[in-house]
């Protein structure tokens, strides 16, 4: 799964911390590169939505997150959210102000 030109992508602000509240309970798995050393360093976090509240002191952060089943793919930058596969609740969550490219 690749972020492309069917991506859905809503503003960073003000969704940073709470998007994660969206997501299903069980795990999620965060990688920060896809090149480089570090780029099979995985952090696994036990439940989805708490990730708002993991990095909520680490603002602007860039960073990639996906489930086990990779049912979707995020990738979360410095001005915007964008996602691919099972993601229809950012456009509810952008109230109707998301944008598909």
Request: glycine letters at 12%; charged letters at 15%.
């Amino acid at each position: 799964m690749a972020i492309g030109g069917d991506a859905t992508s809503i503003s960073l602000e003000p969704h940073e911390f709470s998007y994660s509240a969206h997501l299903d309970d069980g795990p999620i798995y965060i990688f920060f590169e896809q090149f480089g050393n570090d780029k099979n360093r995985v952090i696994v976090l036990n439940n989805g939505r708490n990730l708002g509240n993991v990095l909520e002191n680490a603002f602007g952060m860039e960073y990639f997150v996906s489930n086990e089943k990779q049912g979707f793919l995020l990738a979360v930058n410095w001005y915007a959210i964008e996602g691919i596969g099972s993601v229809d609740w950012m456009g509810n969550l952008a109230g109707g102000s998301c944008t598909s490219n």
